[in-house]
Nanobody, 123 residues
Framework: VQLQAFGGGLVQAGGSLRLSCAAS????????VGWFRQAPGKEREFVAA????????YYADSVKGRFTISRDNAKNTVYLRMNNLKPEDTAVYYC?????????????????WGQGTLVTVSS
């Protein structure tokens, strides 16, 4: 599976963005998926995860209530809707797919990764 994330950009604090992650090579409709992010000088951190059918979500406390993860298995695409963005959300955002139907907040849960898309939030 090849994953490609896009939709990042520069946004003012309080604004919104929607990231997309398109899969190719094979369907990932039976896979758990997740989003992670990595800010400059920091380790990669978990953002959100979603099970194969899209009805079980899991969020980092720092984004809960502001971000929404969703998927469209017919389009082989995962989304991350980000509202009320804050400067501390600035990072490269990565999508990932797991070998299992359910995945969690650890990078080792995932075996496929996209190349990342940069989100910059100005104050």
């Amino acid at each position: 599976v090849q994953l490609q994330a896009f939709g990042g950009g520069l946004v003012q604090a309080g604004g919104s963005l929607r990231l997309s992650c398109a899969a190719s090579g094979r369907t990932f409709s039976s896979s758990g998926v997740g989003w992670f992010r990595q800010a400059p000088g920091k380790e990669r951190e978990f953002v959100a995860a979603l099970n194969w059918s899209g009805d079980i979500t899991y969020y980092a406390d720092s984004v809960k209530g502001r971000f929404t993860i969703s998927r469209d298995n017919a389009k082989n695409t995962v989304y991350l809707r980000m509202n009320n963005l804050k400067p501390e959300d600035t990072a490269v955002y990565y999508c990932a797919a797991a070998p299992t139907a359910y995945s969690g907040g650890y990078p080792l849960d995932y075996n496929y990764w996209g190349q990342g898309t940069l989100v910059t939030v100005s104050s």
